[in-house]
């Protein structure tokens, strides 16, 4: 068919064998691409017990029909899995350059099985695909390994795909590296590759991505970069980038501090977005492939202990995780901080939140010095969560227990550390606090792979700022973020809104300037699919039911819809003040407005509704 064919590549990493093939085009237009396909695709390859580091675990790497088609916010891939941190379904997308190259060397996605007995790395050179030897490259960091296989295979042409030593010692939040400046950081699927000994992909184009209608696209295309120029939120992304957000989050109440104790850090301006945008530290922006929205930041230190670095700059993620949550008020460690984490493939949120709980845990004395090998981990203290993060990223010493999420850290160590521990599923909390929006903290509860801010837009619509009325998503929900009754419906939509998006894939950077119309659009003209916006609307629902049944199959239950303690405690003050989600009246409004039964389990109406009877089949035998 025209448009995106959903053509595969399988690896089996235990004998090497490589095959080519074509998915059935009703299972791409049910499910789209991404994480969509990457669902339907563990649904019926993955065994729900399976060990998330055994063999028989799959890697997947999808691409999405808009994929990489310079698009604003189209630049992404998605890494699927069964998650090394959660135990349940994992999936972590990135933007950056990688998914343009490879779908121009004529593929769609990646499934690898099995693993190798010695580390290699997958050279895909249009219809030309080798596994190539590289224990030359193991050991060694994503930077480095970047630079070597981009000179080996033609310099500036070639995109990789790799994991640093934190992937390879199989660290549960190790990162899935695009690049030296993009990550599918989440659910640590770079422990996943580093388990199988895959170390690399690196992809080679010379063709281009197939359209259903090449000139109509064009047309929407250009539509929609001139939104993505004049849209107030695109706009802001450029001129500051995500790190933007800090000051607002200040006075909102949204970014932590001291692990999440303090709700609206006043501490994080001084590493905050008017900072990192200063003369003293930026260097200029960058933007993913075909992005015109320029959200990147990179760092040209000039002051500081950390003068004449340059490279990558945190997102506001990694100010908030890195900076603000440890209550560090230096911009340059932040910086150097966020730059190991990118060189070792760690997952900035998780570190962060895994560094803040051995923090308190030494505030307390549940952990003391000779137990931190000597480290005196106090508030503040960049030189000592710099040594963590070492320490994580190669296991050693003290990083061996880190490495394993606070969840699995704080049921090791016991006296009382689980009650300040803030993750959702077992992956910790990104840094936005469901206290200031109470529809973020139902999504937060009931996310596939825990607490995300981006598999649905339930942040951004509690901003007031976006609007998606389809969907059942308008501004005028702003007003209601610290009301916990009347979520369920909002929710819904925004989470079949999500799914749609991370299967298409796209930024949720764009999302203010790309409308339903737009949407399908694009959708048509690129698939080849003659979809409406019931359609692709009714593909969000079945993709979420689907990801949240492969969930109940792998041991979840409405036990796990929860959220952590600390974050059910009122604050006194900040702009979060005294607001606190109530999660039985947010629960007992969801499950029915979201078709789940009362244990958690989508009922069987709604999943022979949505095709999904296999799924039943499964979850009611």
């Known amino acids: 068919m025209a448009g995106f064919e959903g053509k595969t590549l399988e690896i089996d990493l235990s004998s090497h064998k490589i095959s080519k093939g074509t998915l059935d085009k009703d299972i791409l237009r049910k499910f789209i691409g991404g994480s969509g396909l990457g669902a339907k695709l563990m649904f019926d390859r993955v065994d729900p017990h399976v060990d998330p580091l055994s063999p028989k675990n799959p890697f997947f790497l999808l691409t999405g029909p808009l994929s990489g088609n310079s698009l604003p916010g189209g630049a992404r891939f998605v890494a699927c899995g069964k998650s090394p941190l959660t135990n349940v379904f994992g999936e972590a997308n990135s933007g950056g350059d990688f998914a343009s190259e490879f779908r121009m060397a004529g593929w769609d996605e990646i499934i690898f099985t099995g693993a190798s007995d010695k580390p290699v790395y997958l050279l895909i050179q249009d219809d030309k695909v080798e596994l190539k030897d590289a224990s030359d490259l193991w050991g060694k960091g994503n930077f480095e390994v970047h630079r070597i296989l981009k000179e080996r295979h033609g310099g500036r042409k070639p995109k990789v795909v790799a994991i640093g030593q934190a992937g390879e010692k199989m660290v549960r939040f190790a990162a899935v590296c695009n690049g030296e400046k993009d990550f599918a950081a989440r659910c640590g699927l770079g422990a996943l590759m580093g388990s199988k000994k895959l170390k690399a992909i690196v992809a080679v184009g010379s063709g281009k991505i197939p359209l259903a209608e090449p000139e109509k696209f064009a047309e929407r295309r250009k539509i929609a970069i001139q939104k993505a120029k004049e849209n107030i939120i695109t706009m802001v992304l450029g001129m500051s980038g995500t790190v933007a957000a800090v000051e607002v989050s200040m006075a909102t109440g949204d970014i932590p501090g001291s692990n999440w104790r303090i709700v609206g850090n006043p501490a994080a301006g001084k590493i905050g977005g008017a900072v990192e945008n200063s003369p003293a530290f930026l260097g200029g922006t960058e933007s993913c492939h075909g992005c015109v929205v320029g959200c990147k930041r990179v760092m040209d230190i000039k002051e500081g202990a950390f003068k004449g670095f340059k490279g990558p700059g945190p997102e506001y993620e990694g100010v908030g995780a890195?900076?603000?949550?440890?209550?560090?008020?230096?911009?340059?460690?932040?910086?150097?901080?966020?730059?190991?984490?990118?060189?070792?493939?760690?997952?900035?949120?998780?570190?962060?939140?895994?560094?803040?709980?051995?923090?308190?845990?030494?505030?307390?004395?549940?952990?003391?010095?000779?137990?931190?090998?000597?480290?005196?981990?106090?508030?503040?203290?960049?030189?000592a969560a710099m040594k963590l993060i070492t320490k994580m990223a190669k296991r050693e010493g003290i990083g061996d227990l880190l490495a394993e999420g606070s969840k699995r850290a704080a049921a090791k160590?016991?006296?009382?550390?689980?009650?300040?521990?803030?993750?959702?599923?077992?992956?910790?909390?990104?840094?936005?606090?469901?206290?200031?929006?109470?529809?973020?903290?139902?999504?937060?509860?009931?996310?596939?792979?825990?607490?995300c801010h981006t598999s649905d837009p339930l942040y951004s619509l509690g901003t007031g700022v976006y609007n998606f009325p389809e969907f059942g998503l308008t501004g005028a929900m702003a007003a209601q973020v610290k009301i916990s009754k009347g979520w369920a419906p909002a929710v819904k939509g925004a989470q079949d809104y999500g799914a749609v998006?991370?299967?298409?894939?796209?930024?949720?950077?764009?999302?203010?300037?790309?409308?339903?119309?737009?949407?399908?659009?694009?959708?048509?003209?690129?698939?080849g699919f003659d979809y409406t916006f019931p359609e692709l609307a009714e593909c969000g629902e079945r993709i979420w039911h689907m990801k949240r049944g492969i969930n109940n199959l792998m041991g979840m239950t409405v036990k796990d819809d929860k959220l952590p303690q600390r974050l059910l405690i009122s604050a006194t003050e900040g702009g979060a003040a005294g607001s606190v989600p109530d999660m039985k009246v947010l629960m007992e409004e969801f499950y029915p407005a979201r078709g789940l039964a009362a244990d958690g389990r989508p009922t069987q109406e709604t999943l022979a509704r949505l095709g999904l009877n296999d799924l039943s089949a499964k979850l009611y035998k």
């Not at 900035?348 to 005196?376: N, Q, T, Y």
């Open 413 to 451: 160590v016991g006296l009382g550390s689980a009650d300040f521990t803030v993750e959702v599923k077992g992956m910790e909390v990104p840094m936005h606090d469901p206290r200031t929006n109470h529809g973020l903290a139902l999504s937060y509860a009931t996310g596939a792979r825990g607490a």
């Open 501 to 527: 998006y991370n299967a298409a894939i796209l930024c949720y950077m764009v999302t203010g300037a790309i409308n339903a119309e737009d949407l399908v659009d694009l959708m048509v003209t690129s698939s």
């Open 322 to 383: 890195l900076g603000s949550n440890l209550m560090m008020e230096d911009m340059g460690a932040v910086i150097k901080m966020n730059e190991m984490c990118n060189d070792y493939g760690l997952d900035v949120i998780s570190c962060g939140g895994v560094i803040a709980w051995a923090m308190e845990c030494f505030e307390k004395g549940i952990l003391k010095a000779k137990d931190l090998d000597g480290i005196e981990l106090k508030w503040g203290n960049a030189d």
